[in-house]
């Protein structure tokens, strides 16, 4: 009997290491064959600017899949160079942008080589966008990550040049704006028309389109430089983003809009939903065609904008806004003080934390984790609450919570909130759950992809979501993580966990990433922090007190102080 299940034990073993082996050759061979490809766009003298695109595409693919694999740093910096190429081959700013977006990724995540270079590359594409704030920013952090290395020798000089560049010369300014997607090019936008272009309204019935899949409700959360949009659906629908620019021969305002595949439409939903925020002037909705409902959004002063999907319950999200919280920097913040808080986020950027948001999770009809009579929902907000008092107790800061009741509030308001009360910080806290009740310990996350299948797990628990919807989502964070702040985050986190890990005297999990629902869309340094297993015997009896609550708050406390201190210039 031992001699067989130790048999079946190693064979189950031998197929596992076999179907990695597989996996990793099947990466190698990819990273290869798009370095080929790469090699080939680059000898080409006719080649078209969505063939760099689908290689850069096959590059973050590779990084996606296994950010832990040997070549994902590899894969991310040729998915920045693509990029780069690109943009000095056609000269489009958003391929710049993009390129800025992969290696930023690449230096939050990695020490290698590759990651002190594209500190480096960063600076570059930010001094070709004149927004030479952010280049020294980029260029010291180079210096203060990988000492002595080519890289921060190289951004010391840099770093002299851009300071003999700028010299006293208080007229250049810093473009915060962001370019709009490339104009599509037919403009036949409904005008609040239930009927256009609808043979298929079925008389006296409460909906109206012919598509399988009901838009329930269209909601929205508006503030003057941020606004999100959600459309509630019935069912995950297939969906096609579009960016018009402004018409004025015909009154027409710049716009984005959607076209939803195979819906119909709540008729109780108006037509035009007025907002007048000052970023949107309104929502409006027709059937574009058959099965195909538009929805538009009528721009006032949109900069730069973001849509996703999320499920259970099926939504789209958009987030648009005018650009002044994806750059958030100080106005005309050119005379940076000379002393050595330059070298921190303030000091380079101009800007002190002045505003944190605690989001205590779960609430109303979601529990969150449960045993013996626990309660997830209320044992977080016990512990947020301690934590806005230790806050307000011993700082000038503003602090807000996204719920001071038991009240259920869906994910994606969360973050709205956040964002609209223009928060510097945003900490999500929770208590984890898992089959087996000897796990135990701490543990932060923050916003990224991942393939960690525990990370993975605690995501799924906390979205209420699927393998294939998490997987889904992972597939377009790399178009949200260009507004992220996920070098902050992962700044913030560690200093979060190593704080409550030592106050409350727990195994440390670490700071992991993956992609959680509720901090898609934030526009600050954002966590999630797991505080402890509900499923431990050992940490329910504790997390029953009070005092261990406010313990754990005490921690997370400690943490974010650090951090403002680090940020401020006194870390």
């Not at 819906?263 to 970023?279: F, P």
């Not at 319950?313 to 808080?341: C, F, H, M, Q, Y």
């Not at 969360?414 to 898992?434: P, Q």
């Not at 997987?471 to 704080?499: C, H, W």
Request: charged share 30%; net charge positive; hydrophobic share 35%.
């Amino acid at each position: 009997m031992w001699y067989s299940r130790t048999k079946a034990l190693f064979l189950i073993t031998v197929f596992i290491l076999s179907l990695a082996a597989q996996g990793a050759a099947s990466l190698k061979s990819e990273y290869f064959a798009a370095k080929d490809e790469l090699a080939a766009l680059e000898k080409s003298k006719n080649v078209s600017h969505s063939a760099y695109d689908r290689v850069a595409n096959k590059f973050y693919s590779i990084y996606s899949r296994d950010p832990k694999y040997w070549l994902a740093d590899d894969s991310l910096y040729l998915c920045g160079k693509t990029y780069l190429k690109s943009y000095w081959r056609f000269d489009k700013e958003y391929d710049l942008k993009n390129a800025l977006k992969y290696y930023r990724l690449l230096g939050a995540n990695y020490d290698s080589k590759w990651a002190a270079d594209s500190y480096l590359k960063s600076a570059y594409i930010y001094s070709e966008l004149n927004d030479y704030i952010s280049a020294k920013y980029m260029l010291r952090r180079a210096i203060e990550k990988f000492p002595g290395s080519y890289s921060a020798e190289e951004a010391e000089r840099r770093l002299d040049e851009i300071e003999k560049k700028l010299g006293n010369d208080n007229e250049i300014k810093v473009n915060f704006t962001q370019n709009n997607p490339k104009e599509e090019a037919f403009d036949n936008v409904v005008n609040g028309s239930k009927n256009t272009g609808n043979d298929d309204a079925e008389s006296g019935n409460s909906t109206v389109g012919s598509g399988d899949i009901l838009i329930e409700d269209i909601r929205h959360f508006s503030s003057k430089e941020y606004t999100r949009v959600v459309l509630d659906l019935s069912e995950k629908a297939e969906f096609e983003k579009h960016w018009l620019k402004a018409d004025p021969s015909h009154d027409k305002p710049p716009r984005l809009f959607l076209d939803i595949y195979n819906t119909r439409v709540n008729s109780d939903i108006q037509e035009k939903i007025k907002i007048k925020d000052g970023l949107l002037r309104a929502i409006r909705w027709g059937i574009f065609r058959k099965g195909v409902t538009r929805v538009v959004l009528d721009s006032q002063n949109v900069e730069d904008f973001t849509v996703f999907s999320l499920s259970n319950p099926a939504r789209i999200v958009i987030d648009v806004s005018d650009g002044t919280l994806v750059n958030k920097k100080a106005e005309n913040s050119w005379n940076v003080p000379d002393d050595p808080s330059t070298d921190t986020l303030a000091g380079v950027f101009g800007l002190k934390v002045k505003t944190i948001v605690i989001d205590p999770g779960h609430g109303g009809k979601d529990p969150g984790a449960v045993y013996d009579g626990l309660l997830e929902k209320n044992i977080v907000l016990d512990i947020g609450k301690y934590l806005r008092n230790y806050i307000r107790k011993n700082t000038d800061l503003k602090v807000f919570m996204t719920r001071e009741t038991d009240r259920f509030i869906p994910l994606e308001e969360r973050t709205a909130f956040a964002n609209r009360k223009k928060a510097d910080i945003f900490v999500s806290i929770h208590v984890n759950a898992a089959r087996n009740r000897r796990a135990h310990g701490v543990e932060t996350y923050v916003l990224n992809v991942t393939n960690d299948e525990e990370a993975l797990k605690v995501a799924a628990l906390e979205n209420k979501a699927t393998e294939k919807s998490l997987s889904d989502l992972q597939g377009i964070l790399k178009d949200i993580m260009l507004n992220s702040k996920l070098e902050e985050s992962l700044m913030l986190a560690q200093l979060v966990q190593d704080d409550i890990v030592a106050q409350i005297k727990k195994k440390s999990l670490g700071v992991k990433q993956a992609p959680f629902y509720v901090l898609v869309g934030a526009k600050m340094p954002s966590i999630l922090v797991e505080c402890g297993f509900l499923s431990n015997s050992t940490f329910a009896k504790k997390i029953r007190s009070s005092d261990y609550r406010r313990d754990i708050a005490r921690g997370i406390y400690k943490g974010i102080i650090g951090y403002i201190e680090k940020y401020n210039g006194k870390g």
